[in-house]
């Protein structure tokens, strides 16, 4: 073979080699990734369907940004042990466990619950105006100075366990549309206070991950539109059968909401 024809034959069989190579590689990229899924119903996946056997009363879900991440990108090892009604108590007890010096990658999402935002959720529904008013204020007075303190605790577990890993904090989406489609629930005085209380409890989950020297993912903005009331495709669910999945994540939400969200700060 004349040599530039050969040195044109090499070219090209290295060239598809390479192509060969990215087309097969997939989600080996992910190799060595040691991943543990820490945290409460909005990390379980509580509201998108699908729950293992194992999982029980934590209703862990195959639809979860966590198991759906691990679908994707074929970690080394995985572990999903986020847990519905978990507090930052729950964590550190029942959750830290699962955490090694191995562990490359964490996250969590967890303070809801201690600020007791799903009795907030049921005044607000069920009650009227003032007294929605007074929970959210309680519940954002508790996320500012009591919560911080349990965070830490919680952070400083997290670090001491696993003082080699990646920790992603994932925050919570606002729930109403305020000035949304919907006709009937509740009015636009409750949508935008439940939703102040989210931005203060996600502005300390920030502040309190940025403190320890993690990651945060904020999804309220992804989520815009897609709200209770949105005018778009709703990923959450609103009042519902079972009753605790209401006001959580649809699958949906976790696809193309806290997953996006997620992948971004990996």
Not at 10 to 32: D, E, M
Not at 107 to 133: K, P, R
Not at 180 to 206: F, Y
Request: net charge positive; hydrophobic share 40%; proline share 4%.
């Amino acid at each position: 073979m004349p040599r530039p024809a050969r040195a044109m034959s090499v070219a090209v069989t290295a060239a598809l080699l390479s192509l060969t190579t990215l087309a097969t590689a997939g989600p080996a990229h992910a190799a060595g990734v040691n991943y543990v899924a820490l945290g409460d119903s909005y990390s379980s996946g509580l509201g998108a369907g699908g729950y293992t056997a194992e999982s029980g009363g934590c209703k862990r879900s195959t639809n979860a940004y966590a198991y759906l991440w691990r679908n994707a990108h074929a970690p080394t090892s995985f572990k999903f042990v986020a847990c519905s009604g978990a507090r930052t108590g729950d964590v550190v007890n029942s959750q830290i466990a699962a955490l090694s010096s191995t562990t490359t990658l964490v996250s969590i999402s967890v303070g809801g619950n201690d600020a007791g935002f799903a009795n907030t959720m049921q005044t607000c529904v069920l009650d009227s105006e003032s007294a929605c008013l007074n929970a959210v204020a309680t519940a954002k007075n508790y996320a500012t100075n009591t919560l911080p303190g349990q965070l830490d605790r919680v952070y400083s577990a997290i670090r001491s366990k696993a003082p080699n890993a990646r920790v992603v904090v994932l925050g919570y989406p606002h729930m109403y549309k305020v000035g949304g489609s919907c006709i009937l629930g509740i009015g636009d005085t409750k949508r935008a206070a439940i939703n102040g209380a989210a931005d203060v409890l996600d502005d300390v989950l920030a502040k309190r991950a940025a403190n320890a020297g993690f990651a945060f993912g904020d999804v309220r903005s992804v989520f815009r539109e897609h709200e209770i009331c949105g005018s778009s495709t709703t990923w959450l669910n609103s009042a519902t059968l079972p009753v605790d999945e209401s006001y959580h994540p649809k699958a949906a939400g976790h696809s193309g909401g806290y997953l996006p969200v997620f992948s971004a700060q990996v």
